[in-house]
């Protein structure tokens, strides 16, 4: 069986932000993350599709055929999670998500599937989201 990357493998590199289904993988291009749960990895791909689709305009993009700078993915992905914790109640502690797929799966359960998550709601969370800034050397 062939390993699912996660789609929301960069804001879980880092180590900010956490999932039960993820494991660290080291390919040769760096550490990656993989997914042991393909039914939260394929709703995870499609809710991540509709971040992009609603963030990527608000931020000033048309899509992501290019590379995007690693700030306005980040916006979307970061930004996008918070603000779901925050529409579904599930809000962690700071700025942080502990469990993408639990969030995703609770999200999934109380609208419904990943086309009914109110996904320009969290247009505001992406757009208000900053990164932590690095400490000078």
Known sequence: ??????PFRRVL???DFGCRHATVVTRREGPDITCD???????CGELLARLKEVGLPALGFVDDLT????????KVQMGGLIGLGRLTGRA????????????VLAAV?????????PCADLVADMESFQLKRRRAR
């Open 67 to 74: 590379q995007l700078p690693h700030g306005v993915a980040m």
């Open 92 to 103: 962690d502690t700071g700025a942080v998500v502990q469990d993408v797929g639990a969030l």
């Open 13 to 15: 590199l880092p180590g």
């Open 109 to 117: 359960d109380r609208f419904g599937g990943t086309a009914a998550i």
């Open 37 to 43: 749960a393909p039914e939260t990895n394929f709703l």
């Open 1 to 6: 069986m062939q390993d699912l990357k996660c």
